[in-house]
T-cell receptor
C-alpha cells in the first residue's frame, strides 16, 4: 500500500514557467510534509516543508500548498530555471523520535532554456 | 559541519555474498536512518538507530542489519545478497532532542550492484 502518491512522473517546463507537482497521502496521522530535491549522483536535499496546520508556505521561488481536508499537498516552482532540473520527492512523516520519512515515487523535472 | 559521508560510493558484489556499507554522520547527530532507493523510485525506509539502539524498522528482512557507533558513524550490513538488492543505499542523520522528527541530512549514497 503506497501511503504517499506523487504525480506526474515526469514534467517538462519552459524556462520562466511554473512547475507544479502534486502529492496525496492516506494517513491522517502524518504531521510533517517535506519536499526533497535530488540531483543525479547525489542524495536527496530538503527543499521546503510544511506542517498540516498551515495552508501555504513560501520560500523564495518555492511554495507548498496544503489541503488537509483533501489530504493533498503540492509544490509550486515559480520562474523555473534550467538549474531546477532534478528529481523531486514529496514525503510525509510522524512527529517524535521514532518516525521515518515515507517518500513518493518522485517527479523528474526538466526545465528547457 | 562536515555533512554526511558514505563509503564506498560504488560497489559490485556477487549474489549470496555479504556487504557492509558505512556512513559518517555530522557531529551531534544521534539519529541515523538507512534507506534503499531502487532505480526510478523513491527511497524506502530500512531502519533507524537512535543512540546506538534500533528504534524503527521498515519492511525489510532480517538479513538487513545495522550498527551505530558512539562516534556518529554507522553501518548497514546485508547478508546473502540477492539481485533485487541492487540499489542506491542512502544514509540520513539528524539531531534528535526527543522532539520533532525533522531535518534529516542525506549522504550521497552507495550504489550497490549485485551480479
Amino acid at each position: 500500500q503506497q501511503q504517499v502518491k506523487q504525480s506526474p512522473q515526469s514534467l517538462i517546463v519552459q524556462k520562466g514557467g511554473i512547475s507544479i507537482i502534486n502529492c496525496a497521502y492516506e494517513n491522517t496521522a502524518f504531521d510533517y510534509f517535506p519536499w526533497y530535491q535530488q540531483f543525479p549522483g547525489k542524495g536527496p536535499a530538503l527543499l521546503i516543508a510544511i506542517r498540516p496546520d498551515v495552508s501555504e508556505k513560501k520560500e523564495g521561488r518555492f511554495t507548498i500548498s496544503f489541503n488537509k481536508s483533501a489530504k493533498q499537498f503540492s509544490l509550486h516552482i515559480m520562474d523555473s530555471q534550467p538549474g531546477d532540473s532534478a528529481t523531486y520527492f514529496c514525503a510525509a512523516t510522524f512527529g517524535g523520535s521514532q518516525g521515518n520519512l515515507i517518500f513518493g515515487k518522485g517527479t523528474k523535472l526538466s526545465v528547457k532554456p | 559541519e562536515t555533512g554526511v559521508t558514505q563509503s564506498p560510493t560504488h560497489l559490485i558484489k556477487t549474489r549470496g555474498q555479504q556487504v557492509t556499507l558505512r556512513c559518517s554522520s555530522q557531529s551531534g547527530h544521534n539519529t541515523v536512518s538507512w534507506y534503499q532507493q531502487a532505480l526510478g523510485q523513491g527511497p524506502q525506509f530500512i531502519f533507524q538507530y537512535y543512540r546506538e539502539e534500533e528504534n524503527g524498522r521498515g519492511n525489510f528482512p532480517p538479513r538487513f542489519s545495522g550498527l551505530q557507533f558512539p562516534n556518529y558513524s554507522s553501518e548497514l550490513n546485508v547478508n546473502a545478497l540477492e539481485l533485487d538488492d541492487s540499489a542506491l543505499y542512502l544514509c540520513a542523520s539528524r539531531r534528535d532532542g526527543g522532539g520533532r522528527n525533522y531535518g534529516y541530512t542525506f549522504g550521497s549514497g552507495t550504489r550497490l550492484t549485485v551480479v
